[in-house]
Every structure is written in C-alpha cells, then in structure tokens.
Nanobody, 118 residues
Framework: QVQLAESGGGLVQAGGSLRLSCAAS????????MTWYRQAPGKERELVAT???????NYADSVKGRFTISRDNAKNTVYLQMNSLKPEDTAVYYC????????????WGQGTQVTVSS
C-alpha cells in the first residue's frame, strides 16, 4: 500500500527550472527522511539532496546552490526545486523515503525523467 508518486519532470533548456514533487501515501510521512536520487545513462544512481524529518538538508556538491529540497508534512510531499539547470543534470530522478526505525524501512518511487537541452 506504500506509494511514492513522482511528478514534474520534463524537457527544459539549459538555464531553466523545474520543480519535482513526490507525494507519499501509506506511510507516516513525518517519520521519514526524504531523499532525491538521480541516475544518468551509463552511471550509477547518485544522491542529489536529502531532508531529514526535522528539516535538515544536505546536497551533492554538483547541485549545491542550484537545487533546493523541501517538504510539506501536511501534504505528505517532498519537493526538489531545480534552477540553473545544466545538460549534465539530465537523468531519471527518484524519490526515496527512509525510516531508521526500528524497524528500518526504505521505499522508492518509480522515477521521473528530467532532460536538459543545450
């Protein structure tokens, strides 16, 4: 019954912006750390940004200053605001929910495609 529903991906030009959303259901959202990952062709999945249940954020060096992760516990939704997009940001972006527990629980969304053209 757990579902992470991602939306907001698309095609944008370099320098443009997108806002990704991940709506969670079937979990107590406020108890989970939320993370955005991405995977580009030929590369392993990498961490983009994370936000703890208390709202503390961390970012990959490659996106720091350009991306902002936020959460709205009332809407059970985590967001990723992406500004100043670069072609190297092109990837499938995945939403992850992690509860350290005990017990530890870990869920993934299906992914949404982001393509940045130049």
């Amino acid at each position: 019954q757990v579902q992470l529903a991602e939306s907001g991906g698309g095609l944008v030009q370099a320098g443009g912006s997108l806002r990704l959303s991940c709506a969670a259901s079937g979990i107590i959202f406020s108890l989970y750390a939320m993370t955005w990952y991405r995977q580009a062709p030929g590369k392993e999945r990498e961490l983009v940004a994370t936000i703890t249940r208390g709202g503390v954020t961390n970012y990959a060096d490659s996106v720091k200053g350009r991306f902002t992760i936020s959460r709205d516990n009332a809407k059970n939704t985590v967001y990723l605001q992406m500004n100043s997009l670069k072609p190297e940001d092109t990837a499938v972006y995945y939403c992850n929910a992690l509860q350290f527990g005990p017990p530890k629980r870990d869920y993934w969304g299906q992914g949404t495609q982001v393509t940045v053209s130049s």
